[in-house]
């Protein structure tokens, strides 16, 4: 009987959750939620923050990629597969997974980042360069793409994933193979065409980072303040 009283009472909890939750009209944009899920319990709002924040990253990444085997079809060639779709969903798993691609094997993150970046690299270097940015984010999230209330992140690290975003973004722009042609093509400015989504995705997933650091930074200052004002104020301390 408890058991039964207890089912009933977290699906009309959920009923109502998933009730107060407003969506766009018809042909309208909204904010990008998530649907409720059970582990949602198991999180606090800054938990909730970071995990959309995550999976907001991933979801540039994944633009990008697609842009860049779009702009470098050669790149998806080298890895044998039918199609762009295919080598696309195969990064976007081993993503998932984190398992590098097979000639990478053994680095991680940075190290990854840093051989996709290589002129002397002759493996995928779309693959590369998304997973090893990926791989990047998810180790300055304690290697996950949810948190929970048990977790806890280092503002120093989310903070460093930027700064090395914002790096492979200039490298990727600037640097140039043996024979000077660029390593990736992807910006362009020129009299026919303009296209400078690269830059705006890579601008967006550092200012998500950015935010993260920033109010990682703020919590940790906020529990001594406030530790600070209970002191001042002779506020005594729950003990039950």
């Not at 939620?33 to 582990?39: F, N, T």
């Not at 970046?117 to 270097?125: A, S």
Request: hydrophobic share 40%; glycine share 8%.
């Amino acid at each position: 009987m408890n058991r039964w009283l207890t089912t009933t009472v977290m699906a009309v909890l959920l009923a109502m959750l998933a009730g107060c939750m407003g969506s766009p009209g018809p042909g309208q944009r909204g904010p990008a939620g998530e649907d409720m899920s059970a582990d949602q319990f198991a999180q606090t709002d800054f938990n909730r923050t970071v995990t959309l924040e995550v999976r907001d990253n991933l979801t540039s990444l994944y633009s990008l990629l697609d842009k860049l085997y779009r702009r470098n079809p050669r790149e998806w060639r080298k890895t044998g597969v039918a199609d762009q779709k295919t080598a696309v969903n195969r990064v976007k798993h081993a993503i998932e997974v984190r398992v590098p691609p097979g000639d990478l094997a053994g680095l991680r993150d940075i190290q990854i980042l840093a051989v996709s970046l290589d002129p002397n690299y002759t493996g995928d270097r779309v693959g590369a360069f998304i997973y090893g940015l990926a791989d990047t984010i998810i180790a300055a999230h304690n290697g996950k793409t949810r948190l929970y209330a048990t977790d806890a992140l280092d503002g120093q690290r989310v903070y460093n994933a930027a700064r090395n975003v914002e790096a492979a973004a200039w490298l990727l722009a600037s640097r140039r193979g043996n024979q000077g042609e660029p390593l990736l093509l992807a910006n362009e400015m020129s009299p026919n065409a303009t296209n400078l989504s690269f830059e705006r995705e890579f601008g967006a997933i550092i200012g998500r980072l950015d935010l993260i650091a920033n109010l990682l930074g703020e919590n940790s200052r906020r529990i001594g303040i406030n530790y600070a004002q209970g002191l001042l104020l002779f506020n005594f301390l729950p003990v039950r």
